[in-house]
């Protein structure tokens, strides 16, 4: 293949890539997931069984091993594992549970927000959010005050003891991300992390937009 052949082909995959993606600036990183993923050949249509299966109930395991069935199971899985090794990590702080550490790694990041903002922001339900930040409030990690434009409201700062802590923790989690990759290939992780970020701005969209609140909104929604 001449240069300038290979170049057009790559100007049409950026083209696909920008048309595909919703982020606002797009970076070579994901690009480079999107490319992997895009120049990999097709995956084999075998399912590896699910090691947690019996033998009972073939209809059922049927259903279960359906592609998008598989996909959730495994995600839950994924989840279940990385929260074990979050709260290994998180040993020996105050920190409590990897929505803990998402609490205060987002204020990190901000002046200050309101406290709906924040437990938003971490993908959390009012009741459970309200008792992470009552958590961090009681280990002085992050301070309140009274909203100053909405009388029922507060807004949250972290304090330097939680960026103290925070930037400790840091260190350790890089370790957590090492063992949530696994034995993936660099170019296997690019080719996930495009993936899972193609996930993330479809569902934090419908999360935003509070497009699922019933059972019948979910069964009913398209994509």
Excluded at 125 to 146: D, F, H, M, P, Y
Excluded at 178 to 205: A, D
Aim: overall charge negative; aromatic content about 8%; hydrophobic content about 35%.
């Amino acid at each position: 293949m001449k240069s300038y052949e290979l170049v057009h082909q790559l100007l049409t995959l950026v083209e696909q890539f920008e048309q595909e993606s919703s982020q606002a600036d797009l970076s070579m990183q994901s690009f480079a997931g999107f490319l992997v993923n895009n120049l990999n050949p097709q995956a084999p249509s075998e399912i590896n069984p699910d090691i947690r299966f019996g033998e009972n109930e073939e209809q059922a395991q049927a259903q279960a091993y359906q592609i998008d069935n598989s996909i959730a199971r495994l995600f839950v899985y994924m989840s279940r594992y990385a929260k074990s090794y979050i709260k290994k990590a998180l040993e020996g702080t105050p920190l409590q549970t990897a929505e803990d550490f998402t609490c205060l790694a987002i204020l990190l990041t901000h002046d200050d927000m309101s406290k709906g903002d924040l437990i938003n922001r971490n993908l959390q339900e009012k009741t459970s959010g309200t008792e992470v930040i009552r958590r961090l409030l009681t280990a002085e990690l992050v301070e309140q005050w009274n909203d100053d434009k909405d009388k029922r409201g507060k807004r949250i700062a972290i304090t330097p003891k939680g960026k103290e802590l925070l930037y400790t923790v840091f260190n350790d989690m890089n370790h957590v991300g090492k063992m949530v990759s696994g034995n993936l290939t660099l170019s296997e992780k690019l080719m996930l992390q495009h993936l899972l970020q193609k996930l993330e701005n479809f569902h934090y969209h419908i999360y935003e937009s509070k497009s699922i609140l019933t059972k019948e909104h979910l069964l009913g929604f398209e994509k």
